[in-house]
């Protein structure tokens, strides 16, 4: 079965740059949601979309902006990056459920960045 | 949105089962209750999701009382890849689709 992808898998950069990070949800899934993961850290949202509109925020940081295109895909832009944005970031994603109330997100591999 | 607590680490042999407790005190009429589990450098993995009673799909059960101030993950027969730490989420039902909320989760060890 299709699985949420994320490219890159691995990202090094150092403090000052930018980066982009690029999820592709499961085919029909029109939900897209940003998660950071510090080292040792549980998972923390960042923000969603929902048919290309931001649904939900969190606790995304002024230098991120993220944006869900056409095709659903989504891409978390990162500048003016700090050494404290090194993690694990995973894209999930789910479908529309009319009317219900499921909380079954798929999440993906995930993108590790390294700000060096 | 309902504080959840959670052991911190349980261990475990292969074989026995396992029963994780999440209390939810403050849970609302509208709140469901959603266990994740995650392995190392890898993404969150739905488990199960209950409102009441028990739960049962082919990975765990989720025994939920009557009150729902407290919830049981139950993970029959443990082999050592279940080694993952476990999240209990609670999330108001008309919120569905929107940010899951993990808090600190429970580190489960399996050993042989």
């Known amino acids: 079965a299709a699985g949420v992808i994320q490219s890159p898998r691995h990202l090094i950069k150092e403090k000052r740059e930018t980066a982009t990070l690029k999820c592709y949800p499961i085919p029909r899934h029109d939900t897209v949601y940003w998660y950071q993961q510090g080292p040792g850290q549980d998972p923390q949202f960042l923000i969603s979309?929902?048919?290309?509109?931001?649904?939900d925020k969190g606790s995304i940081p002024d230098r991120f902006s993220a944006q869900q295109f056409s095709d659903y895909h989504s891409e978390l832009n990162m500048s003016s990056l700090e050494l404290g944005d090194s993690a694990l970031y995973f894209c999930?994603?789910?479908?529309?459920?009319?009317?219900?109330?499921?909380?079954?997100?798929?999440f993906g591999p995930g993108t590790r960045l390294t700000v060096t | 949105l309902a504080k959840t607590t959670q052991p911190v680490s349980m261990d475990s042999y292969e074989g026995q089962e396992v029963n994780i407790t999440c209390s939810h005190n403050n849970i609302a009429t509208n709140d469901y209750i959603t266990w994740y589990q995650q392995f190392p450098s890898q993404g969150p993995r739905f488990i199960i999701q209950?409102?009441?009673t028990k739960v049962t799909n082919e990975v765990a059960s989720l025994f939920i009382p009557a009150d729902r101030k407290s919830s049981t993950l139950s993970l029959p027969r443990v082999s050592l890849s279940d080694t993952a730490v476990y999240y209990c989420l609670v999330g108001d039902e008309r919120q569905a689709g929107t940010a899951l909320i993990f808090g600190k989760g429970t580190t489960l060890s399996v050993s042989s």
């Open positions: 999930a994603s789910s479908p529309w459920t009319s009317g219900g109330y499921s909380y079954e997100q798929y």
């Open positions: 209950g409102y009441k």
């Open positions: 979309f929902y048919e290309k509109m931001q649904s």
